[in-house]
């Protein structure tokens, strides 16, 4: 039994969305490496820093990078997760406020994961600081940026509109 399915299934949709997300982050650890030294590189320079301060300071983020490569998956699990049950609240509520169908509403909360989680940062950065954008866009694809909001809402939207072994889960009711 489960207090809220909603909840329930976002917290899935957020795991599974952390497991692929961790592993697809493990197959562009090359790539990784070489945006976060391009953007130290250009953070530095824009700072006027010295030749000797950005090469020490690639030198430590590159020890550093050697670690993070191993924690960011399963941070990323442990994110997803609570995002998952966040988002699937929202999409309870969406349900509740505004008596949607469930796949509808499960769109709609997948709309503001990307919008608020992917497009806004992006549209931020892109107005406070362009070449910072088209420095990650170099590295990294478009498409792997939109993955977690995109493989997100196609989970929640199966989860939640498609019969299957998770539409068994009973919702606690909670007497007054």
């Known amino acids: 039994m489960v207090e809220n399915k909603y909840v329930f299934y976002g917290l899935i949709a957020g795991a599974i969305t952390g497991v692929v997300l961790g592993v697809s982050f493990l197959s562009i650890t090359g790539t990784l490496n070489e945006l976060v030294r391009e953007i130290i590189v250009y953070q530095l320079t824009v ?32 994110q997803m997760l609570i995002l998952g049950a966040l988002f699937g609240a929202l999409e309870s509520f969406i349900i509740n406020r505004f008596k949607l169908n469930a796949s509808v509403a499960a769109i709609l909360t ?3 994961f990307i919008i608020t989680l992917t497009v806004l940062p992006m549209a931020v950065l892109t107005y406070i600081e362009p070449k910072m954008v088209s420095i990650i866009l170099k590295h990294i ?12 809402t196609t989970l929640l939207t199966i989860f939640s509109g498609v019969k299957g072994p998770w539409s068994k889960v009973k919702e606690e009711t909670i007497s007054p």
């Open 110 to 112: 997948g709309g503001v």
């Open 141 to 152: 694809n478009l498409a792997f940026i939109l993955m977690p909001g995109i493989v997100y």
């Open 47 to 78: 700072a006027n820093a010295p030749q000797e301060v950005i090469d020490k300071t690639l030198a430590e983020i590159g020890n550093l990078m050697s670690y993070i490569i191993w924690i960011a998956p399963p941070a990323y699990v442990f």
